[in-house]
């Protein structure tokens, strides 16, 4: 019973992520979308996109790395992605989260937990390429989707959506042109800016 104890423990916890706003609106305008919605919109992401990445994917692993990639959110919270100043002591606040949440489960659990949350971190396996990708990808469709409201309330550029989301390409070429099409209509239709 300590197992189930502990698990479930973790899963309850877990309920905490539904409270942490993201800094995309949902599709029809009206919220900004948690961390939890983001998480599920990866995982069905993962598995519908999956026959354009350049290398073959364990698809149940990439499913677990989206399902838990901003579990440290529920203490460190979203730290917008353009945000320099806030970026500065991310991985800090992210790591002391993990180590408190993943230390919940019972240990050979929660040495997955954090193998699985460093590997999508590092970028360099095709699975954590392909879900790093698939992180970058969905925030772009929602503002697209929402006439680019959340980019223009922070007064972001084209320039840093693509210096930002080209490692999509690492992962795909055909999503990573199909993002940068987006960004070019975006553009054309007043969403982002140029720099001029």
Not at 36 to 46: N, R
Not at 103 to 120: I, S, T, V, Y
Not at 179 to 194: C, P, Q, S
């Amino acid at each position: 019973m300590d197992r189930l104890k502990q698990q479930i423990e973790f899963i309850v916890e877990l309920d905490k992520l539904k409270t942490v706003f993201r800094q995309s609106l949902l599709t029809n305008k009206s919220r900004y979308e948690n961390d939890a919605e983001h998480s599920w919109h990866l995982a069905v992401m993962a598995f519908l996109l999956a026959e354009h990445t350049k290398e073959k994917v364990d698809l149940l692993k990439v499913m677990k790395m989206v399902l838990i990639h901003d579990v440290v959110e529920i203490d460190a919270g979203d730290t917008y992605c353009y945000d320099e100043k806030a970026k500065l002591d991310k991985q800090e606040r992210e790591e002391k989260c993990a180590d408190r949440i993943f230390n919940l489960l019972p240990e050979e659990q929660a040495k997955e937990m954090f193998a699985l949350w460093e590997e999508f971190e590092a970028m360099e396996t095709p699975e954590a390429k392909y879900a790093a990708a698939l992180d970058r990808i969905q925030p772009v469709l929602l503002n697209h989707a929402s006439e680019g409201r959340s980019w223009k309330e922070h007064g972001i550029y084209v320039d840093q959506v693509l210096e930002r989301n080209q490692s999509i390409k690492h992962s795909s070429d055909k999503l990573w042109s199909y993002v940068k099409g987006l960004l070019e209509d975006a553009v054309d239709k007043g969403y982002l800016k140029k720099r001029i």
